[in-house]
T-cell receptor, first 113, second 109 residues
């Protein structure tokens, strides 16, 4: 099975712009979770989508949003970018059943200038 | 979700066995213990998961005592490529994983 894929792998934006990141889960997986990783805050949970519905949400401002499509692919959007949004954005997929292991993609490195 | 405590860093030499212990005093009855490995600028990679006693796979072993308040990840005969950050996670609230600071393992020649 192919692993979790994320596009693009690298992105440079300027403050105030918006960005959309994409994640394709492992075939058959219905849950996609998003995480932000920065040197200062570590790995932080953003939100989780299951069957096109947001099932869980972390403590991030409303500028961070996401959605999931019927094929389980997910997108994450960040509007009005700030310098502090520079980070590695990771998505992870699982079957969605409780206690099932999450498998991570390679991440998208976002740099906000 | 149970909080975990791990050493911030560890040093080892090639060929040695490395044991990383994680404390999770508030683990819930039905929580699993999961370990991930992460290299710089890459996503965490699943290593092993267990509930009690001992679990072994092709890359590591996981030892969990009867009270389940701690667990130990054992990496046999480490190599330079095992240099990475190792995370211990406990519990999973509907897709939400809580990562601690992890243990930065440095393997030297």
């Amino acid at each position: 099975k192919a692993g979790v894929t994320q596009t693009p792998r690298y992105l440079i934006k300027t403050r105030g712009q918006q960005v959309t990141l994409s994640c394709s889960p492992i075939s058959g997986h219905r849950s996609v979770s998003w995480y932000q990783q920065t040197p200062g805050q570590g790995l932080q949970f953003l939100f989780e989508y299951f069957s096109e519905t947001q099932r869980n949400k972390g403590n991030f401002p409303g500028r961070f949003s996401g959605r999931q499509f019927s094929n389980s692919r997910s997108e994450m959007n960040v509007s009005t970018l700030e310098l502090g949004d520079s980070a590695l954005y990771l998505c992870a997929s699982s079957s969605g059943q409780q206690k099932e292991t999450q498998y991570f993609g390679p991440g998208t490195r976002l740099l906000v200038l | 979700l149970a909080k975990t405590t791990q050493p911030i860093s560890m040093d080892s030499y090639e060929g040695q066995e490395v044991n990383i212990t994680c404390s999770h005093n508030n683990i819930a009855t039905n929580d699993y213990i999961t370990w991930y490995q992460q290299f710089p600028s890459q996503g965490p990679r699943f290593i092993i998961q267990g509930y009690k006693t001992k679990v072994t796979n092709e890359v590591a072993s996981l030892f969990i005592p009867a009270d389940r308040k701690s667990s130990t990840l054992s990496l046999p005969r480490v190599s330079l490529s095992d240099t990475a950050v190792y995370y211990c996670l406990v519990g999973d609230e509907g897709g939400k994983l809580i990562f601690g600071q992890g243990t930065e393992l440095s393997v030297k020649p």
